[in-house]
């Protein structure tokens, strides 16, 4: 009988890796407790510790772009205001 391969999602992956990371319990204890192959769970250790600098360059770029550009129409926006109501106050000598 066949055994059909087992799909395990990136959040299980990521579970397994950073209890690895802590280093409490063995790789055979934690192999027994997620009925994983030691060398699996090494693997995504390693996998983890390579890619875990990525994720806070990537978030970092995608967010300040966003943001500056729309910090920058709110502030030409308000600055537009600002001289309006100043032009205003000035013509009816408040």
Do not use: C
């Not at 690895?20 to 407790?33: C, D, H, I, P, Y």
């Not at 360059?57 to 300040?64: F, G, R, T």
């Amino acid at each position: 009988m066949k055994k059909s391969r087992r799909k395990f999602s990136s959040a299980f992956k990521a579970t397994v890796a950073i209890e690895a990371l802590k280093e409490r319990e063995t790789l055979a204890e934690l192999s027994k407790r997620f009925e994983l192959h030691p060398t699996m769970i090494s693997k995504w250790k390693q996998e983890f510790l390579e890619r875990s600098a990525s994720v806070f360059e990537s978030k970092s770029e995608a967010e300040s772009g966003v943001d500056s550009e729309k910090l920058y129409a709110k502030i030409g926006q308000l600055e537009m205001e600002n001289d309006f109501l100043k032009k205003s106050f000035k013509k009816t000598g408040l």
